[in-house]
């Protein structure tokens, strides 16, 4: 008899060398590990993003599918464009002229949520090695899909206005130096995702202004621009230029994740790839969940419903700033968001929010650290607080416990740095956006 163990019982992954190199690319985010711990019932999690549908009409959804179901199974059940439903595909248009777009349906695709989107956009135009400009940080996700498809992104600094136009032109001017190809700017404008600023008004005709001057396709991810706390949704960046940015956008927030979907407006020949490549992923976004996004829009009061789930957010919002204010150690910033899901709170000089994370799990709060939104590292100093999901009062307790930790973590270090020898302090870091945010 053999005894000699089989390749596949020495190692724990016997098709390690089998894989493709741009899995190499493809780790699970930091987000994803804490999810296991997070969702226990005695966390507070201030770290997961998800929308708090509490709120939906459950009636109205039901009574919207079952009609689905019995008037229009056959078709609502069976294969679909690539491109999308039609009639969604019109009433996106009218969600988009909210934020200032005029735009034909025909150059709409949707997509299985704009997670889906992006994916597809980098497909489409990203070689290995091909730069993507991404602010300082960024969303997760995106970088998780510019990473798989094996794109080096460059960062450019944010501050309280948003992405900072001479940071693009550095970033922009660096990287042409270094001899590499730009293929986008991705930015989300509004309540960024985790900054949770805004790119101001002000600035938006500047940022334009450059990546046409530059040559550079913008794509403009807007899955919070409706969540706004006060005043009117800000005029969107594909408004005022609809050849040079690719516009995303998303039911998940305003309406349910579930369903994914989302959509992409895009200039007319890169929504035809953008179609092929929709078709080679998917066949089709899933038929069923479009003809239920369309029937809940026809059926139901969908801008009312926003309206609610903003003052759902804002009143989350406004318990977490005055928590923090209440409880937090003097030394950490944080800003005031005016629409979205997140706070980025900067930690006091020398604390590490990864480092710190198990402990705080073990206080029973958890939180994404600041390095999960860098694809280069920085970040360790601070961290994103969501305060879409809990109540307000567990918003409160999972500050307190949070406050407990950094509290700790300070004393800790200043029983140690009471012993240690002076440091030496090196030239600043880029460490992203930090307190110029608050
Ligand atoms: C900035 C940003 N883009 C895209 C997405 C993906 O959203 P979905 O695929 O659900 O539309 C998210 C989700 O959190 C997000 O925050």
Known sequence: MDITPSRSQHRLDPYVDRYAARTAGMTASEIRALFAVASRPEVVSLAGGMPNIS?????????????????????????????GVPELREQITEVMRLEGIEAHPDDVVVTVGSQQAVDLVTRVFCDPGDVVICEAP??????????????????????????????LRQAIAATRAAGKKIKFLYTIPN????????????????????????????????PYGLLGFDGEPLRALRADEAE????????????????RVGWALAPHTVREKLVLAQESSTLCPPQFSQMAVSAYLSAHDWQGQIKQFREMYR??????????????????????????????LT???????????????????????????????????????????????????GVRRLAGVIEAELELRATFDSYAPAREVGPRGYDGPSSDLS
Not at 58 to 80: E, R, T
């Open 55 to 83: 709120g939906l009409p459950l009636d109205v959804v039901g009574h919207a599918i079952s009609d689905l179901v019995a008037h229009h199974g056959p078709v609502a059940m069976q294969y679909g464009s690539g491109q």
């Open 138 to 167: 960024s969303y997760v996700g995106a970088l998780g899909v510019f990473k798989a498809y094996q794109c080096d992104v460059v960062h450019a600094e944010m501050d309280a206005d948003g992405l900072v136009p001479e940071a």
């Open 191 to 222: 309540f960024h995702n985790p900054a949770g600023v805004t790119l101001s008004a002000a600035r938006r005709p500047e940022i334009l202004e450059i990546c046409r001057r530059e040559d550079i396709l913008i794509l403009e991810d807007n």
């Open 244 to 259: 040079g940015v690719i516009y995303l956008g998303s039911f998940s927030k305003t309406f349910a994740p579930g369903f």
């Open 315 to 344: 009143e989350r919002r406004d318990a977490m700033v005055e928590a923090l204010h209440d409880l937090m150690p003097a030394a950490c910033r944080w800003n005031v968001p005016d629409g979205g899901f997140y706070v980025w």
């Open 347 to 397: 930690l006091p000089p020398g604390v590490d929010a990864k480092a710190m994370l198990p402990r705080a799990v073990t206080a029973r709060v958890a939180y994404v650290p600041g390095t999960a939104f860098f694809a280069d590292g920085f970040g360790s100093s601070a961290m994103r607080l969501s305060f879409c999901y809990p109540t307000p009062e567990r918003i409160r307790e």
